[in-house]
């Protein structure tokens, strides 16, 4: 089993909509959790990180479930730019913040 | 501030091949790390650095080597490339208070032949 699952879409949505991506994750010990962006053919950069008691950041809202072991991430009002890949981490170990990486959901915003 | 840099963007290799692909940064990060990124597979950590002159090995080390000689420097050698090793690398840095927080470079792209 990947320590990090993620449905790798592609989720089409057409602008102004509301998508939401799950992630689940097999480390119970984990303790960070975070959602990275990835352009196609670029570098993956921070989007937020993922607090137990949930967070937003504008139009996104990440959410932690620990007792389930999964990790949300709802767009609101999607914009064309948000076209892209969204990485969930994790942190793996309590020692050397070594992060795992998710292979990545694709979301797709057409017109 | 350049970031992340990487050298080449690009490189086709044949079987047996060696090269070093650089890795610099101008943020002060303390923290260095080379990952590749493989179809379906995710970033998988290569070798890390929490410090000039430390290196450490990662998830999938075996075929590779590193040096940190200079605190803004972080070199990712192959010293006999095989096909297997054809994938996008991607070397990052952080703060060690931080470290969650990883800046990328843009990527190298090396298909060995």
């Known amino acids: 089993r990947k320590e990090v699952e993620q449905d790798p879409g592609p989720f089409n949505v057409p602008e102004g909509a509301t998508v939401a991506f799950n992630c689940t994750y097999s480390?119970?010990?984990?303790?960070?959790f975070f959602w990275y962006r990835q352009d196609c053919r670029k570098e993956p950069k921070l989007l937020m990180s993922?607090?137990?008691s949930g967070n937003e950041d504008g139009r996104f809202t990440a959410q932690l479930n620990r007792a389930s072991q999964y990790i949300s991430l709802l767009i609101r009002d999607s914009k064309l730019s948000d076209s892209a890949t969204y990485l969930c981490?994790?942190?793996?170990?309590?020692?050397?913040?070594?992060?795992?990486f998710g292979t990545g959901t694709r979301l797709l915003v057409s017109p | 501030n350049a970031g992340v840099t990487q050298t080449p963007k690009f490189r086709v290799l044949k079987t047996g091949q060696s090269m070093t692909l650089l890795c610099a940064q101008d943020m002060n990060h303390e923290y260095m790390y080379w990952y590749r990124q493989d179809p379906g597979m995710g970033l998988r950590l290569i070798h890390y650095s929490v410090g000039e002159g430390t290196t450490a090995k990662g998830e999938v080390p075996d075929g590779y080597n590193v040096s940190r000689l200079k605190k803004q420097n972080f070199l990712l050698g192959l010293e006999s490339a095989a096909p297997s090793q054809t994938s996008v690398y991607f070397c990052?840095?952080?703060?060690?208070?931080?470290?969650?927080?990883?800046?990328f470079g843009p990527g190298t792209r090396l298909t060995v032949t």
């Open positions: 981490v994790v942190n793996g170990n309590t020692g050397f913040q070594k992060l795992v």
């Open positions: 993922v607090y137990s």
């Open positions: 480390n119970s010990a984990s303790q960070s």
């Open positions: 990052a840095s952080s703060y060690r208070r931080s470290s969650y927080e990883q800046y």
